[in-house]
């Protein structure tokens, strides 16, 4: 089969961390990009996968950055600035590496905003600063710093990241079915689109339903990406975007006390604050609003300002079934109030059965509710490319998109997903999603309950977000 070579690379490319979406995106970037591969080079501590590389004639420099030796060595491999850097890893600070890009000259991309070990756990700070919006906020104010310099994407994967185009894509099928017109061209013509479409809020709902034919050993945590990047975001405090809709704070609801506001934290670990959700395989289902950067970059893009009032706002966060041995993983974890010791990626040739559905649902417009996203199968992913299970594609893909949109656009400073082109990103995108679906529904949070107990639910409203918490 023959693939679409989209873009080049001139200069050095350097990915860090060979995890499961390093090795995933591997074959997409030498299948899409034209680069020349003695430039290219992975750093990666752990040497379990360099057959890998070293397969593909890549270079494999096995050591783990660290705040000490990530500038010496980054440096070392960008002697004249011309390049590229992928930071697929966990630990290694992307605001240092951001800046460092900028001050070599050098693209940049991640997909999450990913501190130095000791922000996630066993740390000093209040629960407050634990949270994404801190960490957003540090890069936005970057952003203002360094307007037109070498184009930095944050966080673009799956989600954050693909959802925002698929979110798009959402809005313009959603005014086309209820004939509103929209031909929307700046990010506050988007927002005026959500706006007049009556959107009240946008759940990234994703439902993994992928399974192993081995039984998950208790005390292992299992999961279909990075262990450890569920864990360390999961026991973050949850966070979502707060709509102009909303009537009250949710219990142990928080503002932010500094900042634009576009957001709230909930004092509990997002891997046990449960919401009522939809998803087209499964229909109505509880998710995990365990915090994400685009549960913040949402509502933030999609406020309608009036002077400094904000006159219109999604509320946005995450609602996340994970695999089923993910969710006995949380169950065990939440029971012992410890961190596992043994963590375990399922691999493409574990899964026998399942895939990933992950898209964006939009409620509280004229049709109600409406799902749009990515229905993909661990048969369709296995044909696809190697290396990787359902949810890794969809993130994976969405890494080798937003490559292609940086390649194209060298200079567009610090960018997330919500501000690329989402039409062009896609397209590099879609073969690897399986099926886009667009479902509407008549659910709403408020139906469905197995026997009546105290609930505060608003009967008004069904889509307050106080209907959707599960407490
Ligand atoms: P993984 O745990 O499988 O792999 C992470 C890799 O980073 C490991 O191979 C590890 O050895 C390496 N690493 C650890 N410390 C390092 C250091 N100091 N220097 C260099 N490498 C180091 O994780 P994954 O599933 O591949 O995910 C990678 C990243 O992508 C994580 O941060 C995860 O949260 C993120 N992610 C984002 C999305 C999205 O949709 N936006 C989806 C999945 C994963």
Redesign the pocket.
């Known amino acids: 089969m023959t693939h679409p070579v989209h873009t080049r690379i001139d200069g050095t490319l350097v990915m ?9 995106t591997l074959p997409l970037i030498l299948r899409h990009i034209q680069l020349d591969r003695s430039q290219f080079t992975v ?4 040497d ?2 360099a057959h890998i590389l070293a397969e593909h004639g890549i270079a494999h420099l096995p ?4 705040a000490d030796n ?1 500038a010496s060595v980054l440096r070392g491999l960008f002697p004249n600035g011309r390049g590229f850097v992928v ?6 600070d992307s605001v240092e590496l951001m800046l460092l890009c900028q001050e070599l000259g050098v693209q940049y991309i ?3 905003v ?1 501190p130095w ?1 000791g922000f996630y756990f066993g740390s000093p700070l209040p629960n407050a600063d634990r949270t994404n919006y801190p960490l957003r906020e540090k890069v936005r104010a970057l952003g203002k710093q360094f307007v037109g310099g070498p184009t930095a994407v944050s ?9 925002s185009w698929l979110f798009k894509e959402a809005l313009l099928k959603l005014a086309a079915d209820t004939g509103v017109a929209a031909d929307p061209k700046t990010q506050a013509d988007w927002a005026q689109l959500a706006m007049t479409l009556g959107v009240k809020g946008v759940h990234v709902a994703e439902r993994d339903t992928q399974i192993s034919a081995k039984p998950k050993p208790q005390g292992v945590f299992v ?1 279909t ?6 864990l ?2 999961g026991y973050q405090p949850a966070e979502l975007g707060w709509g102009t809709h909303e009537k009250k704070l949710p219990p142990l609801g928080h503002r932010f006390k500094d900042g634009p506001g576009y957001a709230i934290w909930i004092d509990r670990p997002g891997a046990d604050t449960r919401v009522r959700s939809w998803c087209p395989d499964v229909g109505p289902q509880f998710g995990y609003v365990v915090t ?2 685009e549960s913040l970059s949402i509502p933030d893009y999609y406020t309608v300002w009036d002077g400094d009032r904000a006159l219109y706002r999604p509320t946005c966060h995450y609602a996340y079934h994970p695999c089923n041995d993910a969710i006995l993983s949380l169950h065990e974890v939440n029971g012992a109030g410890q961190l596992p010791e043994k ?1 375990h ?1 399922l691999t493409v040739d574990e899964i026998v059965s399942g895939g990933d559905d992950l898209g964006v649902f939009l409620y509280g417009h004229a049709k109600g509710a409406m799902w749009y996203g990515s229905r993909l199968s661990i048969d369709e992913a296995r044909a696809l490319a190697p290396y990787q299970n359902a ?2 594609m ?2 994976t893909s ?1 890494v080798l998109a937003a490559m292609v949109w940086v390649a194209e656009n060298p200079n567009a400073g610090f960018v997330e997903s919500d501000e690329m082109d989402h039409a062009r990103c896609l397209e590099v995108q879609r073969p690897y999603l399986g099926r886009i679906e667009c479902h509407y529904t008549d659910w709403t949070p408020l139906q469905n309950r197995i026997n009546r107990f105290a609930e505060d639910r608003d009967e008004d409203d069904p889509w307050q977000f106080t209907n959707f918490l599960a407490v």
Request: aromatic share 6%; with cysteine.
């Open positions: 860090i961390g060979f995890g499961s979406i390093g090795r995933g750093i990666e501590p752990s379990e996968f050591l783990a950055l660290t990530y930071n697929l890893s966990v630990d290694v991640d997909t999450v990913e070990p966080c673009c994967g799956a989600n954050p990241g693909m959802v999961n990406w990075s262990v450890d990047g569920l360390s975001e994400h950067n963590k990626i949810t890794g969809q993130v969405a």
